[in-house]
């Protein structure tokens, strides 16, 4: 059968109805009391916290097909009421969100797990609804523009495996399985109802056989020990099978399956008779513990409660300037950058606490100058510091605005003035990162760097409070950069130097950027690239550039590896994602 065609509005109005469905049980969940933890430890609703995992694993999904893209993310963004992951259709963030992302995905299904809780205390199925409408959004956004992709149903079924270790109640178990699974993603109409997936299950039976099969097992459980019971034993068992015989001729009674289920009761009764033991003033039994099954729908929800908090503190948001952090950390070498940047954060933050309580705190310049060969991650610290700022609330924007000589200096008298306010206004509220700074004072007749200095200075002392500027350049020049204006030394007191990477921190650098390319580099290609880094002379090493001369190292492997697999006639999945010895040697010559 050909798949049905669905325009990208439909889909994402069918992932809508599906969203209201989820929004209902988190409503129903809420106002009987199941989010009541949780929320103390998140400090979110339940509709924003189901808001946030939707975008999640919609996120997720589309990164693992390699598909987030424009409509992807519009998708993401219309389909829950708040777009909390702050996905943008112009992609300015995307780091950050895929970073967010991660976190959110390592943690336990906690509303999947509330649904399960509730399932055991009143019998119902949120489970299996929930887990419903949450996979139709997700193959929805799947057939955005009539695609179907093989990756998605790898991607489902990872996912179904995993939150199947949180579903304990074998009624969910019974109807989400491999063989649901399966329908579901066979199946080419998104509008088939749950029921079209689920196995049908066995009749319920009927209310007389329910109670004379729980009187039958309520008398074998019970070991009076009287005279009495001993004499009319064989008459009340005789009685009962007498009785089961009538239920037989019903169309009700299922002969097979009931005996064997109390067999099964009996083989528990046996285990647990010493459950009950006689009460010494009237001679009958006594019910110490509840029957088996109470008993464990109880220590169920005694251990999901108990490991609720712990569970959830993954998912506690990490504030802003922790995950700003923790990229700044995740970067490969830089580990003098670091900790020169987090001792200007902790006398930031120490400045803070003095203020808080009224104390003296002495003026502070956050301009800096970096310094270091091209290549060295001056540029990505400064976009990270920007944000830094901003989360230590000392810039408003927390923006980035780079430029150069270029951008500055203008051609003619009274022109460079107007350049240099026209792009400081624009970094207003952010950081101006200047790269090659020196070249602003060249000390050659007839040029105007010296009047983009001066404007440079004028307009940093205005905007003292809500802007940073970083100069970056080789460490000799920028001396002599700072030296051209006596205002430039007194506003440029931190010095930050970016060493050149080593061979180690390089090839590091290569698996990471492969890494987030989905690629993986053989061994052998891995030693070659190894070896030819360290081959390089010193001036060869300078021109290589550090990690810009990887990334272009990196894009020349990816050329050739394309070349590579065009010649092979159907690809493997893995052959797609390796990076052999072959594209090496065809890049290196």
Same mark, same amino acid.
């Given at each position: /059968?050909? $798949?049905?065609?669905?325009?990208?509005?439909?889909?994402?109005?069918?992932?809508?109805?599906?969203?209201? @469905?989820?929004?209902?049980?988190?409503?129903?969940?809420?106002?009987?009391?199941?989010?009541?933890?949780?929320?103390?430890?998140?400090?979110?609703?339940?509709?924003?916290?189901?808001?946030?995992?939707?975008?999640?694993?919609?996120?997720?999904?589309?990164?693992?097909?390699?598909?987030?893209?424009?409509?992807?993310?519009?998708?993401?963004?219309?389909?829950?009421?708040?777009?909390?992951?702050?996905?943008?259709?112009?992609?300015?963030?995307?780091?950050?969100?895929?970073?967010?992302?991660? @976190?959110?995905?390592?943690?336990?299904?906690?509303?999947?797990?509330?649904?399960?809780?509730?399932?055991?205390?009143?019998?119902?199925?949120?489970?299996?609804?929930?887990?419903?409408?949450?996979?139709?959004?997700?193959?929805? /956004?799947?057939?955005?523009?009539?695609?179907?992709?093989?990756?998605?149903?790898?991607?489902?079924?990872?996912?179904?495996?995993?939150?199947?270790?949180?579903?304990?109640?074998?009624?969910?178990?019974?109807?989400?399985?491999?063989?649901?699974?399966?329908?579901?993603?066979?199946?080419?109409?998104?509008?088939?109802?749950?029921?079209?997936?689920?196995?049908?299950?066995?009749?319920?039976?009927?209310?007389?056989?329910?109670?004379?099969?729980?009187?039958?097992?309520?008398?074998?459980?019970?070991?009076?020990?009287?005279?009495?019971?001993?004499?009319?034993?064989?008459?009340?068992?005789?009685?009962?099978?007498?009785?089961?015989?009538?239920?037989?001729?019903?169309?009700?009674?299922?002969?097979?399956?009931?005996?064997?289920?109390?067999?099964? $009761?009996?083989?528990?009764?046996?285990?647990?008779?010493?459950?009950?033991?006689?009460?010494?003033?009237?001679?009958?039994? /006594?019910?110490?513990?509840?029957?088996?099954?109470?008993?464990?729908?109880?220590?169920?929800?005694?251990?999901?409660?108990?490991?609720?908090?712990?569970?959830?503190?993954?998912?506690? =948001?990490?504030?802003?300037?922790?995950?700003?952090?923790?990229?700044?950390?995740?970067?490969?070498?830089?580990?003098?950058?670091?900790?020169?940047?987090?001792?200007?954060?902790?006398?930031?933050?120490?400045?803070?606490?003095?203020?808080?309580?009224?104390?003296?705190?002495?003026?502070?310049?956050?301009?800096?100058?970096?310094?270091?060969? =091209?290549?060295?991650?001056?540029?990505?610290?400064?976009?990270?510091?920007?944000?830094?700022?901003?989360?230590?609330?000392?810039?408003?924007?927390?923006?980035?605005?780079?430029?150069?000589?270029?951008?500055?200096?203008?051609?003619?008298?009274?022109?460079?003035?107007?350049?240099?306010?026209?792009?400081?206004?624009?970094?207003?509220?952010?950081?101006?990162?200047?790269?090659?700074?020196?070249?602003?004072?060249?000390?050659?007749?007839?040029?105007?760097?010296?009047?983009?200095?001066?404007?440079?200075?004028?307009?940093?002392?205005?905007?003292?409070?809500?802007?940073?500027?970083?100069?970056?350049?080789?460490?000799?020049?920028?001396?002599?950069?700072?030296?051209?204006?006596?205002?430039?030394?007194?506003?440029?007191?931190?010095?930050?130097?970016?060493?050149?990477?080593?061979?180690?921190?390089?090839?590091?650098?290569?698996?990471?950027?492969?890494?987030?390319?989905?690629?993986?580099?053989?061994?052998?290609?891995?030693? /070659?690239?190894?070896?030819?880094?360290?081959?390089?002379?010193?001036?060869?090493?300078?021109?290589?550039?550090?990690?810009?001369?990887?990334?272009?190292?990196?894009?020349?492997?990816?050329?050739?590896?394309?070349?590579?697999?065009?010649?092979?006639?159907?690809?493997?999945?893995?052959?797609?994602?390796?990076?052999?010895?072959?594209?090496?040697?065809?890049?290196?010559?």
């Amino acid at each position: /059968m050909r $798949q049905p065609s669905y325009t990208n509005e439909r889909l994402l109005e069918l992932a809508r109805q599906n969203y209201m @469905n989820l929004c209902d049980v988190c409503k129903a969940l809420d106002s009987e009391g199941y989010w009541e933890q949780p929320s103390q430890v998140l400090n979110r609703s339940i509709l924003d916290f189901l808001d946030l995992y939707v975008q999640a694993i919609l996120i997720n999904l589309a990164v693992y097909c390699g598909r987030l893209k424009e409509d992807e993310k519009s998708f993401i963004i219309n389909v829950s009421k708040k777009n909390l992951a702050e996905c943008t259709l112009d992609g300015t963030n995307d780091e950050e969100v895929i970073l967010m992302v991660k @976190n959110i995905i390592k943690s336990p299904p906690i509303l999947l797990q509330l649904c399960g809780v509730r399932d055991v205390e009143k019998n119902s199925d949120f489970t299996v609804q929930f887990f419903d409408s949450f996979l139709n959004i997700l193959l929805s /956004m799947s057939r955005l523009n009539n695609a179907k992709d093989s990756f998605v149903n790898a991607f489902i079924q990872e996912y179904y495996e995993k939150v199947s270790i949180f579903i304990n109640s074998e009624n969910v178990k019974e109807a989400i399985n491999p063989r649901y699974i399966f329908r579901k993603l066979s199946c080419e109409r998104l509008e088939e109802q749950l029921e079209f997936f689920l196995e049908p299950r066995e009749p319920k039976r009927s209310p007389e056989k329910e109670s004379l099969l729980k009187e039958t097992i309520l008398k074998d459980e019970l070991p009076y020990g009287d005279s009495v019971w001993d004499e009319e034993e064989d008459e009340d068992e005789a009685e009962a099978e007498e009785n089961l015989s009538e239920l037989d001729e019903s169309d009700e009674w299922e002969n097979e399956a009931d005996l064997l289920e109390l067999e099964e $009761q009996e083989e528990i009764t046996s285990v647990f008779d010493t459950s009950f033991e006689k009460d010494s003033f009237s001679g009958e039994g /006594m019910l110490l513990e509840e029957s088996p099954s109470i008993r464990l729908e109880q220590e169920l929800k005694e251990y999901q409660e108990e490991n609720l908090i712990e569970e959830i503190e993954v998912l506690k =948001p990490k504030s802003k300037l922790d995950q700003y952090l923790e990229e700044l950390d995740s970067l490969v070498g830089l580990e003098g950058v670091k900790a020169e940047i987090n001792s200007l954060i902790n006398l930031i933050k120490v400045r803070k606490m003095r203020e808080s309580f009224n104390m003296p705190t002495m003026e502070m310049t956050y301009h800096m100058v970096f310094t270091g060969n =091209p290549g060295t991650g001056k540029t990505t610290v400064a976009r990270l510091v920007s944000k830094i700022y901003r989360e230590l609330g000392l810039l408003s924007k927390g923006t980035l605005i780079e430029t150069d000589r270029s951008g500055l200096v203008a051609g003619y008298v009274g022109q460079t003035a107007l350049k240099v306010k026209e792009t400081i206004e624009r970094a207003i509220g952010g950081v101006l990162f200047i790269d090659e700074a020196y070249s602003l004072s060249n000390n050659v007749a007839n040029d105007f760097g010296g009047e983009a200095i001066d404007t440079l200075v004028k307009m940093m002392e205005d905007h003292r409070d809500n802007l940073v500027v970083i100069v970056a350049g080789y460490k000799d020049e920028m001396k002599t950069f700072l030296e051209a204006n006596t205002g430039l030394v007194s506003r440029f007191n931190k010095f930050i130097e970016f060493e050149d990477y080593s061979v180690m921190e390089l090839m590091d650098i290569l698996v990471s950027m492969a890494g987030k390319a989905g690629i993986t580099l053989e061994e052998d290609a891995r030693v /070659m690239v190894n070896a030819h880094i360290t081959d390089f002379t010193k001036e060869e090493f300078r021109r290589f550039g550090n990690a810009r001369g990887i990334r272009n190292l990196f894009e020349k492997l990816m050329i050739n590896q394309a070349n590579r697999i065009v010649t092979i006639e159907e690809p493997t999945m893995e052959q797609l994602s390796v990076l052999t010895e072959e594209d090496v040697l065809e890049t290196l010559g």
